[in-house]
T-cell receptor, first 108, second 113 residues
Framework: AQRVTQPEKLLSVFKGAPVELKCNYS??????LFWYVQYSRQRLQLLLR??SRESIKGFTADLNKGETSFHLKKPFAQEEDSAMYYC??????????FGKGTMLLVSP | DAGITQSPRYKITETGRQVTLMCHQT?????MFWYRQDLGHGLRLIYY???????DKGEVPDGYVVSRSKTENFPLTLESATRSQTSVYFC????????????FGEGSRLTVL
């Protein structure tokens, strides 16, 4: 069965520090992975998808099929990055299986 | 304003009552989804719909009913609310089956006493 694991409920860093939000998946098919973000009092929104290999707001994520991982990284965290981050796996027909989420807190 | 809207945003009800959460989108997206968000569980798919009159179960469908008579509307009904259905409910839409990009509503916070 498909599964997305985000091992950290909370990640707290100081401004300017590197950030890595971990995501591991289990899926028998060809994985299609995403990171979604929910800022305080805003809607859940797509941050990036692995297929586009782009950098959004300084964040990148590389799909590692060998390690079944899709970790989200940013070299220098900003206070405005504080949010809840969800890793998601497309299991077909745009039905996404989400991880439990990681709250990122960036302190000044 | 175009987009996806949910109503009501907040609802308090009692155990055993029927509750309907509304979802409306103006993009004519084919796919629509209902998720619930709970602490410690993240987002879990309740039901989804590929088009009008086509719906299918997600991960946690028990106790919920959906319908999609029109493309733009996807109401979620709790036929007999239970305390375990206290949650934040998110409706979302997607233009097609391939993008994986979901557009979410603002959420409906439901409390069942």
């Amino acid at each position: 069965a498909q599964r997305v694991t985000q091992p950290e409920k909370l990640l707290s860093v100081f401004k300017g520090a590197p950030v890595e939000l971990k995501c591991n998946y289990s899926y028998s098919g060809s994985p299609e992975l995403f990171w979604y973000v929910q800022y305080s009092r805003q809607r859940l929104q797509l941050l990036l998808r692995h297929i586009s290999r782009e950098s959004i707001k300084g964040f990148t994520a590389d799909l590692n099929k060998g390690e079944t991982s899709f970790h989200l990284k940013k070299p220098f965290a900003q206070e405005e990055d504080s949010a809840m981050y969800y890793c998601a796996l497309n299991v077909g027909y745009s039905t996404l299986t989400f991880g439990k989420g990681t709250m990122l807190l960036v302190s000044p | 304003d175009a987009g996806i809207t949910q109503s009501p945003r907040y609802k308090i009800t009692e155990t055993g009552r029927q509750v309907t959460l509304m979802c409306h989108q103006t993009w004519s997206h084919s796919y629509m989804f209902w998720y619930r968000q709970d602490l410690g569980h993240g987002l879990r798919l309740i039901y989804y719909s590929a088009a009008a009159d086509i719906t299918d179960k997600g991960e946690v469908p028990d106790g919920y009913v959906v319908s999609r008579s029109k493309t733009e509307n996807f109401p979620l009904t709790l036929e007999s609310a239970t305390r375990s259905q206290t949650s934040v409910y998110f409706c979302a839409s997607s233009v097609n089956a391939n993008t994986g990009e979901l557009f979410f509503g603002e959420g409906s916070r439901l409390t069942v006493l």
